[in-house]
């Protein structure tokens, strides 16, 4: 069984910065890919970003502001986060699949963009 725990979220000021991570603990691991998706009140979880070992994606709203990195564990993700505005507040989510196709995903960590 893989556990992920996000952690770095909280409250900042419009154009602020914050960086999220999500560590992945557990039977593991063999991770194909991990993305973090975003879910606002009131709307549907939509995917912000993405990395396997060959590619990177980015929701186009994001681009030019947030980036997706891995540690040099492998088995954490990092979602840089700049230049926020209080439409980027949302619960954001880390979901990691393994190469066997299994799905995990974490509990969230709040981001709140306001003056």
């Known amino acids: 069984q893989v556990q992920l725990a996000e952690s770095g979220g909280g409250w900042v000021q419009p154009v602020g910065s914050l960086t999220l991570s999500c560590v992945a603990s557990?039977?593991?691991?063999?991770?194909?890919?991990m993305t973090w998706y975003r879910q606002a009140p009131g709307r549907q979880r939509e995917m912000v970003a993405h990395?396997?070992?060959?590619?990177?994606t980015l929701v186009d709203s994001v681009k030019g502001r947030f980036t997706i990195a891995r540690g040099n564990a492998k088995n954490t993700v990092f979602l840089q986060m700049a230049r926020l505005s209080p439409e980027d507040t949302a619960i954001y989510y880390c979901r990691l699949i393994d190469t066997h196709a299994y799905v995990y995903w974490g509990q969230g960590t709040q981001v709140n963009v306001s003056s």
């Open positions: 990395i396997t070992d060959n590619d990177i």
């Open positions: 557990g039977s593991t691991l063999s991770i194909y890919s």
